[in-house]
């Protein structure tokens, strides 16, 4: 699956928050921190009995892949307790993955359950590991996130980028990851028409809402930001509620979806509501917001000259289209003519075993290869396994104590009351 010509990228054996940001944060490049979970999060006694005994009873949503060789994010879903799980990856059963889970409105823990869903909610409640990683120095987290799954010959994530940047810790397995700079993106062949780059390397699409570089969206005040996101995730899971009833069927998993929406929604108007008679950032909003939201011009100049299509296939628009990255790499195959440009991208790779982590900034292209580890013979520890922290990505040409030109996150960060 891997270019024999790809590049390594750096590794570091022992790094402090300043150091990693000012190193490899602030430059927007990634980097793998060897042998640092133990050090930076513990979790060495996560064996499946434990979690069985701690969180066991928790309610997760799991995909259940076609067959082992499929690609995860294309199979269906269902809801299962956590113990039913952990004994079928014991078992041996490598179509189930354990992927983020959807944010739950939950009074209890109010201000955290959007951010950790079951079964790490009730995992960091027991200060089993901490919220925020201290490598993570200012930056503000965004949600932290749970992979579980089980694969004896690799199973691929599909080429993608995410929106924000990534601490992704391995705590079982072996994962390869292909990764293709943010100023390459015009040439992976997105499902969605990208509309800018930003010079942090955070991606904007035509149908999405314009951003700042932090991925602030571009609108009057957080209360109005809120409603807005709420309405586009409504109208996206209506879309593909649309498309699945053109094909003859509705999921249950888009059902809940939708209603998920509808709910953040009510929310959000609710809380614009009570909205009206506060100011929050104000002078914030009223700052020029030139400096860090346009792009590198040679990143603008390499995105396809392509007229704006709908596109069908269902897919998120941050993954690549090229479903065969083997064969896009094979000389006169039809997917090498299909997308000729995707050569062309430099490729860089990192290999992660299991104690190993990866600063990955946001943008960046990425296709994870998952293999279960050496204790493949231990079915109390058989699977790969990964936590991982995504923070809001910084701006461009900010320091470690101040990493976003706007204190938008930060605000709404203590908000929370966390």
């Known amino acids: 699956f891997f270019n024999m010509a790809a590049i390594g990228i750096a590794r570091e054996v022992n790094i402090n928050a300043r150091d990693l940001f000012t190193k490899y944060i602030s430059k927007r490049t990634p980097v793998v921190l060897s042998q640092m979970v133990v050090k930076e999060l513990g979790l060495q006694h996560w064996d499946n009995q434990y979690l069985r005994d701690e969180c066991g009873s928790c309610m997760v949503e799991v995909e259940i892949r076609s067959d082992n060789r499929a690609q995860f994010g294309k199979g269906e879903k ?32 109010k201000g955290i359950a959007d951010i950790v869903s079951e079964p790490l909610l009730k995992l960091i409640n027991k200060s089993e590991f901490p919220l925020c990683p201290k490598l993570l120095g200012n930056l503000v987290l965004s949600s932290v996130n749970l992979w579980f799954g089980h694969s004896k010959h690799g199973s691929s994530s599909g080429l993608h980028h995410d929106f924000h940047d990534n601490l992704y810790a391995l705590l079982r397995g072996r994962k390869r990851f292909r990764l293709h700079p943010p100023e390459d993106a015009g040439k992976l062949y997105t499902h969605g028409t990208i509309s800018h780059v930003h010079s942090n ?68 108007l609710d809380a614009l509501m009570d909205d009206d008679n506060e100011e929050w950032g104000d002078e914030e909003n009223e700052q020029d917001d030139t400096e860090g939201t346009v792009g590198d011009d040679s990143v603008e100049e390499n995105l396809p000259k392509r ?4 596109d069908k296939s269902g897919e998120p628009e941050h993954f690549s289209r090229i479903a065969n990255t083997k064969e896009a790499l094979s000389i006169g195959s039809e997917t090498e003519k299909k997308y000729p440009k995707y050569k062309e991208a430099k490729e860089f790779e990192a290999v992660l075993k299991e104690g190993d982590m990866l600063y990955l900034p946001a943008g960046w292209f990425h296709e ?11 079915s109390n520890r058989r699977g790969h396994m990964a936590l991982n922290f995504w923070t809001h990505p910084p701006d461009v040409n900010t320091s470690f104590e101040t990493p976003y030109s706007c204190s938008y996150w930060r605000n709404e960060w203590v908000s929370r009351g966390l």
């Open 78 to 109: 269902t809801k299962m307790l956590f113990s039913d799980f952990l004994s079928k990856i014991e078992g041996g059963d490598e179509t189930l993955y354990l992927t983020t889970q959807p944010g739950v409105a939950d009074h209890k823990h």
């Open 201 to 268: 390397g955070r991606i904007n699409y035509d149908d999405q809402c314009p951003t700042r570089p932090d991925g602030m969206p571009l609108d009057e005040n957080p209360a109005k930001i809120k409603v807005r996101i709420a309405e586009m995730q409504l109208a996206a899971a209506e879309k593909l509620r649309s498309m699945e009833l053109a094909k003859g069927k509705s999921t249950q998993d888009t059902e809940d979806r939708i209603k998920r929406a509808e709910e953040a929604l009510e929310l959000a």
């Open 307 to 310: 007229a704006k299509t709908e």
């Open 368 to 378: 994870v290869i998952s293999e279960s580890g050496n204790g493949e013979g231990i």
